[in-house]
């Protein structure tokens, strides 16, 4: 079945430092690939999207590049600040399924 | 406009109990899902919808039930509760077709004791 894989789990950067987190997904007919930050004892939200169409979408400081031969797609996080300090979710779905499928997520951290 | 709206927040079973998450929301999306969070496990789809009266099973859908008779509300079921089913359940909408820009619930925190 469908299947995203997150790396890393974690990742502790200083700020002022740029981030990067990895996703790869299975389902070759996956179109659509957002990218969601959870804060502490929240709930999920939507940071930035992407569809297959495109290859790279950027938002402020933060970006997302999609490279669909390969099945990758990632998030860049530039000039982080402490308050990008939360979980980040990738996820995949299929337009024909309507399933979207998220990766198991990356705890960042960032120090002052 | 309230969102997407979940109850209860909090919620203490026994195992075999029975009962039901609502979730409800207000701004007419086709689309409803219900993921639950584990730690390290991320967020994994139990069930999702892309209209009323249309449901389909999510990555691991055993031990819960759902319907959707309205736009409305999607509410799941647990049948007979199991210890394995103490989790953080979160309910979200889209304005897409197919789950584009989810808009998640507050979240209900379930143990099954």
């Known amino acids: 079945g469908e299947n995203v894989e997150q790396h890393p789990s974690t990742l502790s950067v200083q700020e002022g430092d740029s981030a990067v987190i990895k996703c790869t997904y299975s389902d070759s007919a996956s179109n659509y690939f957002p990218w969601y930050k959870q804060e502490l004892g929240k709930r999920p939200q939507l940071i930035i999207d992407?569809?297959?169409?495109?290859g790279e979408k950027k938002d402020q400081r933060i970006a997302v590049t999609l490279n669909k031969t390969a099945k990758h797609f990632s998030l860049h996080i530039t000039e982080t600040q402490p308050e990008d300090s939360a979980v980040y979710f990738c996820a995949a779905s299929n337009s024909n399924t309507g399933k979207l499928i998220f990766g198991q997520g990356t705890t960042l951290q960032v120090k002052p | 406009n309230a969102g997407v709206t979940q109850t209860p927040k909090f919620q203490v079973l026994k195992t075999g109990q029975s009962m039901t998450l609502q979730c409800a929301q207000d701004?007419?999306?086709?689309?409803m899902s219900w993921y639950r969070q584990d730690p390290g496990m991320g967020l994994r789809l139990i069930h999702y919808?892309?209209?009323?009266?249309?449901?389909d099973q999510g990555e691991v859908p055993n031990g819960y039930n759902v319907s959707r008779s309205t736009t409305e509300d999607f509410p799941l079921r647990l049948l007979s509760a199991a210890p394995s089913q103490t989790s953080v359940y979160f309910c979200a909408s889209s304005s897409g077709a197919r789950g584009e820009k989810l808009f998640f619930g507050s979240g209900t925190q379930l143990s099954v004791l």
């Open positions: 701004m007419n999306h086709e689309y």
């Open positions: 919808s892309v209209g009323a009266g249309i449901t």
């Open positions: 992407i569809r297959s169409n495109v």
